[in-house]
């Protein structure tokens, strides 16, 4: 198979609005495809083939050969690659990586300014299994009065922030200078953000359609008492009070 003319990555943590970013970018068929072609079922790294590879280049690459995908770094990826594709021992952690997606020159990188949002967003989903909702739909009944868990949150603002960090260590220590998106900013202005990433993948969007937003935002009240709550215990018998 005729490998993509040029890929791009979309690097994030979760509930940093990836998924929301790359369905706009799909929905514009010039823009690749970038779905989580390295967390389908099966998708083992010591048993993916270069077979695989080629089938991930087709399902993730638009008739004018841009290729996508939205991924949280993980190294495991990085050292099956390096073994699947025989490059050796010094071959940089993204030079491996471009030749998984060939031509990778781009790099999207996904954050979230309030990490204690970020976790309770996250925690939310744990416990309700809801991740998305389509935008118009009924929100799905849940029963969370007492899901709050002071311990889990917690854990996963941590998990976040270190998360972040490995993005950050590979872009760096790759002298990669990615196009940040902030959550928060992004959903102030869906379009405009999406037309910069366009443009910063030097994807001509004078006439590219983008498809109104596919989810509609899941925090409720009760995310927010749990914001609320975490914030004060959080900081319960400090001196100086951060937030």
Known sequence: MTQPKRSYTIWFSQRTG???????????????????????????????TREDMEQKWRLGTTPNGVFGI??????????????????????SRAEVWSTAFPN??????????????LAVSWWRAIVSGEWHR??????QEHD??????????????FESMLFEAAIEDFLTESNIQPMTIVYEDFV?????????ALEFLDIPADHVNIAPPVFDKLADDVAEQWVQRFREESQRGWENVRW
Not at 109 to 117: L, Q
Not at 188 to 196: A, I, K, L, P
């Open 70 to 91: 939205k991924v949280g770094f993980e190294q495991h990826w990085i050292d099956a690659f390096r073994s699947l594709f025989e490059l050796p021992e010094h071959a």
């Open 134 to 139: 389509k935008f118009g739909e009924k929100p």
């Open 104 to 117: 990778c020159s781009k790099h999207i990188y996904m954050t979230r300014r309030n990490k204690v949002r």
């Open 144 to 157: 969370l009065a007492d899901k709050y868990n002071f311990d889990a949150i917690k854990h996963l603002v």
């Open 18 to 48: 990836s998924t929301l970013l790359a369905e706009a970018l799909a929905s514009t068929g010039v823009a690749g495809n970038p779905a989580e072609w390295l967390h389908f079922e099966h998708n083992d790294p010591l048993k993916v």
């Open 188 to 196: 102030q202005d869906y379009e405009g953000t999406v037309r910069r």
